[in-house]
């Protein structure tokens, strides 16, 4: 089956500093990558939608300037949360699909960001 | 408001036994897919369903739709305690860009 990485798995980081999650699909490519948060107990809620090569759409209330998505390659992506706070704290899980096959779609294991 | 919801929101089984869960749409779908997903961690696919489908099995699992009612079920036969987890439906929504909106998600505790 496809492997999706990403890193790290958890993170606790101080309110203002920025953090990169990183996305990679490690056995196939992804031209599109899907960005994904999801609180405590709660469903999943598509932040934004990316493009190899191109600028990332985000979803309706999503702050593009916040969460900085870069999808340089077929197999990375990356979220910056930007000036985190402590409502930032989330699940957050990518979704890479595949480039081969266009309606699968496969899910990274999280990252578990706590701002304090 | 949410395109999925499920019932219920939580179901307690012992083992052995069936667990069945709802999953409700609102818009026309290209399909509709079910995920696992245990506490903390990712999620994995179970079973895609496109929308002239009716019926779907894979090992234990048996999914439903009926696009006519707009909803979904998944049956899990013979639980085991290793299926506890929280389950969720996803649709794909027509004209949707084949993006995936997932349900409310139902948690599902099999004790032995």
Redesign the interface.
């Known amino acids: 089956g496809a492997v ?1 990485s ?1 890193h790290p798995s958890r993170v606790i980081c101080k309110s203002g500093t920025s953090v990169k999650i990183e996305c990679r699909s490690l056995d196939f490519q992804a031209t599109t990558m ?1 960005w ?1 948060r999801q609180f405590p ?6 932040m934004a ?1 990316s493009n190899e090569g191109s600028k990332a759409t985000y979803e309706q209330g999503v702050e593009k300037d916040k969460f900085l998505i870069n999808h340089a390659s077929l197999t990375l992506s990356t979220l910056t949360v930007t000036s985190a706070h402590p409502e930032d704290s989330s ?1 957050y ?1 990518c ?1 890479p ?1 595949p480039r081969d096959y ?9 990252t ?1 960001l706590t701002v304090t | 408001s949410q395109q999925g919801e499920e019932d219920p929101q939580a179901l307690s089984i012992q083992e052995g036994e069936n667990a069945t869960m709802n999953c409700s749409y609102k818009t026309s779908i290209n399909n509709l897919q079910w995920y696992r997903q245990n506490s903390g961690r990712g999620l994995v696919h179970l079973i895609l369903i496109r929308s002239n489908e009716r019926e779907k099995h894979s090992g234990r699992l048996r999914v439903t739709l009926d696009t006519s009612k707009k909803s979904s079920s998944l049956l899990i036969t013979a639980s085991r305690a290793a299926d506890t987890a929280s389950y969720f439906c996803a649709t794909d929504r027509t004209g949707g860009g084949n993006k995936l909106t997932f349900g409310t998600g139902t948690q599902l505790k099999v004790e032995l």
């Open positions: 999706v990403q899907f994904y107990k709660k469903s999943l809620m598509l939608t699940f899980i979704s699909r266009p309606y699968e779609q496969y899910f990274g294991p999280g578990r």
